[in-house]
């Protein structure tokens, strides 16, 4: 089985100052890996996916996260966030099936003006 | 592409009655589809699994008789909740996983409900 592990439960930065979301997996298997984001009282939105191939995956809105193997890994990071990033934001892990999907407990983005 | 939708997004209805919520993957066939649940300021929750034509699996914990599950076509899978109850108000989340994609599940927008 998979698991993942958000150590960050909030985290409050000023905006235009960089952030990094921490998500730490654990499996025996190959693995896909997600970041999802959700603004209050809405469903999840695929920020960006690491299914194979470059370990840098980048979403349209300026986040980017790494897949690092050998240290189980898929932060997510933003150069300079903006008020809008204000949401929580959930990383989940797969095994390739697709049938075992696990999400991290989720960490609370809030960019301070 | 991939695109899940969720009927209704948000239900009010009173303690005791039932309710229907239905999950539909809109340009793709799903082999398989997943229903969540969440808390309010917690994380996603998977209550079962269904395949199309088969029972569903229920996780640990979970009332098979109250939420009731049917994937009865490729495209479309309802829960049922049944007797409900205000602990049973939560936000419900389904997520269909494509027979030719890559192993990745498609998430609907959720469906709010309240039991009051």
């Known amino acids: 089985a998979q698991s993942v592990t958000q150590l960050d439960s909030q985290v409050p930065v000023f905006e235009e100052a960089p952030v990094e979301l921490r998500c730490n997996y654990s499996?025996?298997?190959?693995?896909?890996l997600f970041w999802y984001v959700q603004y209050p009282n809405q469903g999840l939105q695929l920020l960006l996916k690491?299914?194979?191939?470059?370990?840098l995956v980048e979403s349209i809105n300026g986040f980017e996260a790494e897949f690092n193997k050998s240290q189980t890994s898929f932060h997510l990071r933003k150069p300079s966030v903006h008020i809008s990033d204000t949401a929580e934001y959930f990383c989940?892990?797969?095994?390739?099936?697709?049938?075992?999907?696990?999400f991290g407990t989720g960490t609370s983005l809030t960019v301070i003006p | 592409g991939a695109v899940v939708s969720q009927h209704p997004s948000r239900v009010i209805c009173k303690s005791g009655t039932s309710v229907k919520i239905e999950c539909r993957s809109l340009?793709?066939?799903?082999?398989?589809m997943f229903w969540y649940r969440q808390f309010p300021k917690q994380s996603l929750m998977l209550m079962a699994t269904?395949?199309?034509?088969?029972?569903?699996?229920?996780e640990q914990g979970v009332e098979k008789d109250k939420f009731l599950i049917n994937h009865a076509s490729l495209t479309l899978s309802t829960l049922t909740v049944t007797s409900a109850h205000p602990e049973d108000s939560s936000f419900y989340i389904c997520?269909?996983?494509?027979?030719?994609?890559?192993?990745?599940?498609?998430f609907g927008p959720g469906t709010r409900l309240t039991v009051t």
């Open positions: 690491y299914l194979s191939g470059s370990t």
């Open positions: 340009d793709f066939q799903a082999t398989t």
């Open positions: 989940a892990v797969s095994d390739v099936s697709g049938n075992q999907f696990y």
């Open positions: 499996s025996s298997v190959s693995v896909y």
């Open positions: 269904s395949n199309e034509g088969s029972k569903a699996t229920y």
């Open positions: 997520s269909a996983l494509s027979i030719a994609g890559a192993g990745e599940q498609y």
